[in-house]
């Protein structure tokens, strides 16, 4: 594949999801990327391999929140496609949230309830037999006193 079948390629995939001017900033962007790394010495097909297939392309760029303004107004970055749909993936899916979608998961969540309740219960009657035996000495006494007192 060339250049030109790249970006023809890439031109159809995304004509159909997109406004034209967003098409075309999308193909300048590509051409003018592909231009700046052949300047800087690589050649079309190392270029064309590191982008990728122009197709994935042109759904990470449809499936974008932002769209078409990916890239803004002048300033161009380049993300390899891999990075650019792993990113994605993590803006759609924050790190805090926890689905019980599964078995294990299931599993887990039920674990964890018991094994705080035995932590919990494991506390208390080992606050229990530390106190106990100065509370119960101490509540005899107090008993004793009081009968004493009447």
Do not use: C
Request: proline share 4%.
């Amino acid at each position: 594949m060339n250049r030109s079948e790249f970006l023809n390629q890439l031109r159809e995939a995304l004509v159909n999801d997109l406004d034209a001017s967003a098409v075309q900033e999308n193909i300048d962007y590509y051409s003018n990327y592909i231009a700046e790394e052949m300047r800087n010495g690589k050649v079309e097909a190392e270029v064309l391999e590191m982008l990728g297939d122009p197709w994935v392309i042109a759904r990470n760029i449809i499936d974008s929140p932002s769209g078409s303004h990916r890239y803004g107004n002048s300033s161009y970055t380049y993300e390899p496609a891999g990075e650019r749909q792993h990113e994605q993936q993590r803006d759609r899916q924050p790190y805090y949230q926890f689905g019980i979608d599964t078995w294990w998961k299931k599993l887990l969540l039920v674990l964890m309830a018991v094994g705080i309740i035995v932590i919990v219960f494991a506390i208390i009657t080992g606050l229990l037999s530390l106190l106990l035996p100065i509370i119960v000495p101490l509540l005899i006494i107090a008993f004793i006193v009081r009968l004493l007192t009447r």
